[in-house]
């Protein structure tokens, strides 16, 4: 079996991966807190953007639409060439000029692996943000990983892969835990294990204000309903306060 970094082989089966996501529907969401929260919009940066789906229906919206994430398979995966495309870790920024609005979709802030990192995105968030400007991502709490205790096995055949997923939440570690083992038909077998950190709700209210970012609305996913402790994925916005 040969072991592989997070989305190296994922990538090429991550669209059935995601055959039920409606795409449209989530980047309809995106655009209204964007249109809710900010007028003038101009600059967007989507981080950890996967292969692009959502890039691909919002960046003809914007002037300025920079699609990145850390995993160049994900991004080589994207159908979409006209999407500016940068590979890049979130938790290490390169852009030198600011964005006004920033987003991530799909729990992919989870990805950051503890408190300390958390931190320090927020703070280089809020340095690359404008002035009053906006930044916007989907967390997955503990309520929906509690589901996972006892580990859940899916199985898919997807072209010339058939993979297993096997999800599961260790509590005392706040971490949960997606294994895919990914065989193709000549016979070789890989290996992903992905680790996303389970974050307290209050912990994102702590690092992002400590950060100089103000929590502006914190959304039950898909709604604009508040969310709290319980919710399972809570759609955080926050805004970067004049200084
Ligand atoms: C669940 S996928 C979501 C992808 C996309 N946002 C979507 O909605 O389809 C998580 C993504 O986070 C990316 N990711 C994980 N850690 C990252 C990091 N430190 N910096 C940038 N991207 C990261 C992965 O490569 C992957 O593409």
């Given at each position: ?17 995601m ?10 969401y995106?655009?209204?807190i ?14 950890a953007?996967?292969?692009c ?17 850390i995993?160049f398979?994900?991004?080589k ?10 590979c ?5 920024l ?6 006004d ?6 729990d992919?802030i ?9 931190f320090?995105?927020f703070?280089?968030?809020n340095?690359?943000?404008?002035d ?14 509690l589901?996972y ?13 058939s ?14 835990y997606n294994?895919?083992v990914i ?9 992903e294990?992905h680790?996303q ?17 103000k ?14 402790p319980?919710s ?12």
């Amino acid at each position: 079996m040969i072991k592989v970094k997070p989305y190296d082989k994922v990538a090429l089966i991550y669209n059935s991966l995601m055959k039920d996501v409606d795409y449209n529907i989530w980047s309809e969401y995106i655009k209204k807190i964007a249109d809710i929260h900010l007028k003038g919009i101009e600059r967007v940066l989507e981080l950890a953007s996967g292969n692009c789906s959502i890039g691909k229906i919002l960046s003809s919206k914007f002037r300025t639409f920079i699609a990145s994430d850390i995993s160049f398979s994900m991004l080589k995966s994207s159908d979409s060439p006209d999407v500016t495309k940068i590979c890049c870790d979130m938790t290490s920024l390169p852009f030198k000029t600011k964005f006004d609005f920033i987003f991530s979709a799909f729990d992919s802030i989870n990805y950051i692996s503890n408190r300390k990192k958390l931190f320090k995105f927020f703070i280089d968030i809020n340095n690359l943000l404008n002035d009053g400007c906006i930044f916007t991502f989907d967390a997955s709490m503990e309520s929906n990983s509690l589901n996972y205790t006892v580990p859940k096995n899916t199985s898919y055949r997807f072209n010339d892969y058939s993979f297993r997923k096997v999800s599961r939440y260790k509590k005392l570690k706040k971490t949960h835990y997606n294994l895919f083992v990914i065989d193709h038909i000549s016979g070789t077998e890989y290996k992903e294990l992905h680790k996303q950190k389970i974050y307290n709700f209050e912990t994102y209210f702590k690092l992002a204000e400590k950060a100089g970012l103000k929590m502006q609305a914190y959304y039950n996913y898909f709604t604009f309903e508040q969310a709290g402790p319980e919710s399972e994925r809570v759609q955080f916005v926050m805004r970067k306060t004049k200084v």
